[in-house]
């Protein structure tokens, strides 16, 4: 949760690349969540920025990947 917040306040200063390193590293330490990091209202900021639109894309793609690896659907996966 800490990388998130740092994510956050990179993103409201203005330093998106910052921002998109700490996201990173949160999801690869235990916090893959797109959704958060989508309807997060401070990283706003970032949305259109292509590393952090890639980086949504990876982690959208690990998610589903993880549903079919264990036949679970949104309904009874949250993320």
């Known amino acids: 949760m800490l990388y998130l917040r740092a994510a956050a306040v990179y993103g409201v200063c203005g330093k998106p690349d910052k921002a998109i390193a700490q996201l990173r590293h949160s999801a690869e330490t235990g916090l893959p969540n797109h959704r958060a990091f989508e309807n997060d209202p401070?990283?706003?900021?970032?949305?259109?920025?292509?590393?952090?639109?890639?980086?949504?894309?990876?982690?959208?793609?690990?998610?589903?990947?993880?549903?079919?690896?264990?036949?679970?659907?949104?309904?009874?996966?949250?993320?």
Do not use: D, K, W
């Not at 890639?54 to 264990?70: I, V």
């Open 42 to 79: 401070h990283l706003r900021p970032l949305r259109e920025h292509p590393h952090f639109i890639a980086l949504m894309s990876e982690l959208r793609r690990n998610y589903a990947l993880l549903q079919r690896e264990f036949g679970m659907t949104g309904s009874n996966l949250s993320s």
